[in-house]
């Protein structure tokens, strides 16, 4: 009886204090990166406002079963990417801001399990090259589980980004990116 009446005093605790870090966990994230890419602010901004080129660079495009609707311009603000699969679920993108060759602003909606703001900058380093950064901007993160998941998710989430920036790089420079299966399953 002793024993049972220690081990629920150790769950009882463990409760207490996961709600207590949950209680002081912030109620959002925010997941930044960057890289400099060998081209000019222009040819890398394209490869970002228009949404259909994602396909090319993304770091979420290993689920074979996605579909893509777009909808409104092709580039731009009000231009929208719907996506459907299986492992990456239900979403849309909508360019919200769209300053030429500097500043782009997204919004995702992933229904249900919330949303993002996505921004991006593109600053010139010298005539052939280009600084950019990535952040998503998570908010609302609800007590007490969304707020424990967001203890984790800027670094389970960061080097995706980095591996996106990394192939953003890839194709802007080259054309191309290797998406051979070992990379793809990476994040798998």
Do not use: C
Not at 78 to 89: L, P, Q, V
Not at 110 to 131: E, L, M, R
Not at 132 to 157: A, C, D, N, Q, Y
Not at 172 to 186: A, I, L, N
């Amino acid at each position: 009886m002793k024993s049972l009446k220690i081990f629920l005093f150790i769950i009882v605790g463990i409760i207490i204090v996961v709600l207590l870090a949950a209680a002081f966990a912030p109620d959002n994230v925010t997941i930044t990166t960057n890289i400099t890419i060998g081209a000019k602010p222009e040819q890398v901004y394209n490869n970002v406002v228009s949404l259909k080129n994602w396909k090319h660079w993304s770091p979420f495009e290993h689920d074979s079963t996605m579909t893509d609707t777009f909808s409104g311009p092709e580039s731009g603000v009000g231009s929208t990417r719907e996506w459907k699969g299986n492992a990456i679920g239900k979403g849309k993108m909508t360019v919200l801001e769209a300053t030429e060759y500097t500043h782009i602003k997204n919004n995702l909606d992933f229904g249900t399990k919330g949303g993002a703001i996505g921004t991006w900058t593109f600053h010139p380093v010298d005539s052939t090259k280009t600084h950019v950064t990535w952040s998503t901007h998570i908010t609302g993160l609800k007590f007490p589980f969304e707020r424990l998941m967001g203890l984790i998710l800027e670094p389970m989430m960061k080097p995706m980004f980095d591996d996106g920036l990394k192939d953003l790089k890839e194709y802007t420079e080259t054309g191309k990116v290797d998406k051979t299966e070992k990379k793809k399953s990476k994040h798998e």
